[in-house]
């Protein structure tokens, strides 16, 4: 069965918006009648077009709570930027923040398209919520508001200190502080710089409160690493 996305579902009779009907009569090629999974971030349930109308008759998932994966990147250019939000959105990222950082050469303008891009991505994927992409923010105030939280930041080279990421060996000890939980208070997320990475002032800084891997020995562009990074996570937590 086909899925739609529509604002704050409930039970009974739903005005589509014009951009959603133009979706269902020319996409979905719906007919009255015809049934679909409608889902709004939160809760998912089935409807029936009756031509004008979507009536939600019962929910197949309500207050849908998924463990909580976070993405901070460094803002790279829109075509790319674009192509990690569905990414990123089928992986299950909950939310994505982006940086302004030394390096930062771009600037990303168009956010509501971006979260356009996270609905489709979920609708496609079969997932009820949607990751929450945030305003750019400087990395020192990034900083200063994440400090407590669980966070892994990429680092180009091999540091003191730095973690090697081995899916081989899913037990090293890094493994232990990528675990998620539902928990809003165990938060894990892979932090990522711009192109050529963080400078050195910020590395000393992040250092001081994250946790630096490596997350190849070859230089990947920013959207591998995020990709890298979260598969990593997601890997530790199968295991």
Not at 68 to 74: E, R
Request: charged share 25%.
């Amino acid at each position: 069965m086909k899925r739609l996305f529509i604002d704050k579902i409930s039970i009974g009779k739903h005005t589509p918006s014009k951009e959603n009907m133009n979706y269902i009569k020319n996409v979905l090629r719906y007919r009255a009648g015809d049934k679909t999974i409608v889902f709004d971030g939160t809760n998912e349930a089935i409807g029936i077009f009756d031509g004008k109308n979507i009536e939600i008759i019962e929910y197949t998932r309500e207050n849908v709570l998924e463990p909580t994966l976070k993405l901070a990147i460094a803002e790279i250019k829109q075509a790319r930027f674009e192509w990690l939000i569905e990414k990123a959105t089928e992986l299950g990222v909950s939310e994505i923040f982006l940086l302004k950082t030394k390096f930062t050469q771009n600037h990303i303008r168009n956010l509501s398209r971006a979260r356009k891009i996270a609905i489709e991505a979920a609708r496609q994927c079969g997932r009820v919520t949607i990751p929450k992409i945030h305003e750019s923010i400087t990395l020192n105030k990034f900083i200063e508001e994440h400090c407590e939280e669980n966070w892994f930041f990429g680092h180009i080279n091999f540091v003191q200190g730095a973690t090697s990421l081995d899916f081989a060996n899913p037990t090293n000890d890094s493994t232990k502080s990528f675990k998620l939980s539902h928990s809003a208070k165990t938060n894990v997320g892979i932090m990522i710089g711009p192109e050529g990475g963080f400078d050195e002032n910020e590395n000393k800084k992040l250092i001081n409160h994250f946790t630096a891997v490596c997350l190849s020995q070859n230089v990947l562009r920013a959207e591998t690493a995020a990709l890298v990074g979260l598969i990593y996570i997601l890997e530790s937590n199968a295991a």
